[in-house]
Every structure is written in C-alpha cells, then in structure tokens.
T-cell receptor, first 114, second 112 residues
Framework: DVKVTQSSRYLVKRTGEKVFLECVQD?????MFWYRQDPGLGLRLIYF???????EKGDIPEGYSVSREKKERFSLILESASTNQTSMYLC?????????????FGPGTRLLVL | KQEVTQIPAALSVPEGENLVLNCSFT??????LQWFRQDPGKGLTSLLL?????REQTSGRLNASLDKSSGRSTLYIAASQPGDSATYLC???????????FGKGTRLSVIA
C-alpha cells in the first residue's frame, strides 16, 4: 500500500515563526502536492512538484515556499507564520510517468498560529 | 478556469437507502475525474478514478459515472451504512499529470 506520512498531526506556532511541514511518500512517486483545507473554501493547492528540485506554484503560494531535495520528501515552509495560515495542511502524491494518477493523501497537519 | 461544484453540501439518509452524490464541472475537456472520501480530521482516501474515455467505474457498493458532454459525474452508493458517513469530494484533472481541481464536498450522514 502507498503510504504518505506527514511529520506532525498537530502543531502550534507563534506569529512570525518559521514553520516546516514535512511529507514523505514511500512508493517512488514523481508527483507531490501541498494543499490547505479550510471550512467553506475546500482544498486549495499551494505548491506542487513533478520531480526532484522542481516546483510549481499552485493557486495560493503567497507566504509559502517548498523544497524537494529528495524524491520521497516534499517540505512546505512558512517563512513567517501568520494567523491567517491557521489551517489543515494536506500532502499528496501520485505516480506520474503516465501511469495511474490516483492521488494518495497523508493524514494532514492541523496548524494553529497564535 | 475549471470550477467543480457539489450539491448538496450536506445530506442525511436512513441506513439501507441507495443514494446519489452529484458533481458538476464547467470545462468538459477533462483528463480524468476522481472521487475521494474524507473522515473528520483525516486525510482523503481515493475511492474511484474515471478516465475521460470511460463512462463508469465500480468498486463494491460504489459506482461512479461520468458524462463529459454535460459536465457531470455521480457517485452512487448502494445500501448505505452508518460507516459510509463522511465527506465525499470529487476532483477533476484537466491534463495528464496536472493538479486536480476539487469540489467542496458533500457531507453524508447515514442514520442507523
């Protein structure tokens, strides 16, 4: 079974802190994605990556950056956390290479910025 | 820009009923469509993926259909059970390997 893990289930940070959210997949997937999910707004794509060291902006990249140094790991960075970044963050991966494109999601990280 | 709509936002049914969840999308030039399930506070679990060339996919009590020309997909759940209670989301892929566009989901409650 594909497994996507996220470094934390719950996180509490202070305004202005630098925050790292990490995502690891164990199935050699090429594609990885970061979303945030908010009540009434649904899932919104922050960044995605099709390969190591590659990144593409999604719909709401402002205030975020990403890093993909290894194929299995995709990190989301909040350079200076703000209260409006309080949200549920979901990581996903998919095979790519023209194969099955089902997206597999991690369990999510619920971030509270005070 | 592709928009995906799911109506109703919430649905409550008695156990045993067959039910249909709806998903509509504005741009019919899609590559695939996926249905996901999300339990409260959890990540999403993929249920079914339909390629644009397909009309339907089945898995157990679930059947998803796709009508590209009308911009619609339905998820049919047979003989609903309380364990089916969750939020169901549909998502559309525009091209191969492009990010999905998600609907906001339908929150389903199956009452015993």
């Amino acid at each position: 079974d594909v497994k996507v893990t996220q470094s934390s289930r719950y996180l509490v940070k202070r305004t202005g802190e630098k925050v790292f959210l990490e995502c690891v997949q164990d199935m050699d997937h090429e594609n990885m994605f970061w979303y945030r999910q908010d009540p009434g707004l649904g899932l919104r794509l922050i960044y995605f990556s099709y390969d190591v060291k590659m990144k593409e902006k999604g719909d709401i990249p402002e205030g975020y950056s990403v890093s993909r140094e290894k194929k299995e790991r995709f990190s989301l960075i909040l350079e200076s956390a703000s209260t409006n970044q309080t949200s549920m963050y979901l990581c996903a991966s998919s095979l790519g290479r023209g194969g099955q494109e089902t997206q597999y999601f991690g369990p999510g990280t619920r971030l509270l910025v005070l | 820009k592709q928009e995906v709509t799911q109506i109703p936002a919430a649905l409550s049914v008695p156990e045993g009923e067959n039910l249909v969840l709806n998903c509509s999308f504005t741009d019919s030039a899609i590559y695939n469509l996926q249905w996901f399930r999300q339990d409260p506070g959890k990540g999403l679990t993929s249920l079914l993926l339909i390629q644009s060339s397909q009309r339907e996919q089945t898995s157990g009590r679930l059947n998803a259909s796709l009508d590209k020309s009308s911009g619609r997909s339905t998820l049919y759940i047979a003989a609903s059970q309380p364990g089916d209670s969750a939020t169901y989301l549909c998502a559309v892929g525009h091209q191969r390997n492009t990010p999905l566009v998600f609907g906001k989901g339908t929150r389903l409650s199956v009452i015993a």
